[in-house]
């Protein structure tokens, strides 16, 4: 018998709630689920065939169990809750990245994780202070996507610049004053795309680093939210690469 | 002595949660701000002092008032509560618009309120049904941004095109499907950016509307979430419109 308990940072296990999350973990990252609860309520056959036969050619426990909803989630429409084992990534040093200086809430980071997956970057780096991207909120708001990201925790940025983020590599802090529009830039690749924090943005050092931009608007508003602004960033830095459909 | 209520949909007011928040209303419309209720334990003196000033200015009634808090605000850190009569806007004619078809999520709507404000277009049709924009929850997730931009409903797409989308105006649907990409489109003004709900998208039928469009990414999400969609094709339609600072 498991004992189950809610989310903590330093546990070893964390959970994907929701059918479409757990899903996600279970056809990119099989091997890193644990279990599968089902609720007594799910009914919808094709996922649950699906799950079902996902785990039983993999041996994952799936066991009905309306307590773990009780424990682990809030909302009313989860059924299904993965507990995937944690797991440790490394980036792809060769490739783009996502750079995020201390960020600090779990809707954004899903959001993230959710765009930087689309628009094909899924090598994230996390420089500490930062939200855990363990924490069920970040998966769930991934829509599971966390399972297809290499995303890996640095202590400071210049750890980060001398290890995964050295060599040959073009560097793009995104700054409210920052010297160059994004759109004027030619982003050149293998690029790292810098975002600050919520509520502080980036130290402003950060004008050192590489070639600052900032995304035009109007003086309506502060700034835009930490996940449209990177998510711009994104489609600016890898419009035309995917090519038609 | 008012009787304080938690919102509901039918009420003729409707509340700014935060100091951020309640602040936009204070500079933007305080004609609409009919009282405002502080907090015992709010002690930000600046932000204090200005809002007592513009409410002294417009005889605004201010009032300490834990319990407006406690039922209105789950949130810890509310201090201060702006509370508004419901208004009516038109939208301007012959500007630019952000359609919405059937938007579900409060936080998605503000979020969208927040970056149509900053990238100039603060005119936003909504097509019934829909969320309630005048959700305190909707206020809270655009900052306040609301009160800057004009919003109206309508019953069908149909009767936006015949009124308020009526004349010279480029209607460009977002599509997972669109027959071009965005990056490649040259958008034209007055545009109309039109975005369907969060699950279903646009029915195809739109795919008969003006020029659809389709932001390119990879097959490792199925679309990118309403608000960075939106936004993306804000910064694409006005990027290069509010030159150098």
């Known amino acids: 018998m498991v004992k189950i308990t809610r989310y903590k940072k330093e546990d070893l296990e964390t959970y994907c709630l929701g059918a479409t999350v757990s899903m996600e973990y279970l056809n990119i990252r099989p091997e890193k689920v644990s279990r599968v609860y089902l609720h007594s309520a799910f009914h919808e056959s094709e996922t649950k065939d699906k799950i079902e036969k996902i785990c039983s050619a993999r041996g994952i426990p799936?066991?009905?169990?309306?307590?773990?909803?009780?424990?682990?989630?809030?909302?009313?429409?989860?059924?299904?809750?993965?507990?995937?084992r944690k797991y440790k990534c490394e980036l792809d040093?060769?490739?783009?990245?996502?750079?995020?200086?201390?960020?600090s809430n779990a809707g954004n980071a899903g959001t993230i994780i959710r765009s930087a997956t689309g628009f094909g970057v899924p090598n994230i780096a996390i420089i500490r202070p930062a939200v855990d991207f363990f924490d069920p909120k970040v998966i769930r708001a991934s829509m599971g996507a966390l399972s297809r990201v290499n995303f890996k925790y640095y202590?400071?940025?210049?750890?980060?610049?001398?290890?995964?983020?050295?060599?040959?590599?073009?560097?793009?802090?995104?700054?409210?004053?920052?010297?160059?529009?994004?759109?004027e830039v030619t982003i050149q690749e293998p690029f790292s795309l810098i975002m600050g924090n919520e509520a502080t943005g980036l130290p402003s050092s950060f004008a050192e680093v590489g070639q600052p931009v900032r995304i035009e608007h109007g003086n309506g508003i502060d700034s835009l939210n930490l996940p449209i602004a990177t998510s711009i960033g994104l489609y600016e830095a890898t419009k035309g690469r995917f090519g038609r459909v």
């Open 62 to 84: 799936v066991e009905v169990n309306d307590k773990a909803f009780s424990i682990l989630s809030q909302k009313e429409n989860c059924f299904v809750i993965a507990v995937v």
């Open 93 to 103: 040093k060769n490739a783009s990245h996502v750079v995020l200086v201390n960020p």
């Open 155 to 183: 202590n400071s940025f210049e750890e980060y610049e001398q290890t995964d983020g050295a060599g040959t590599r073009y560097f793009y802090p995104f700054m409210l004053d920052g010297s160059k529009l994004l759109h």
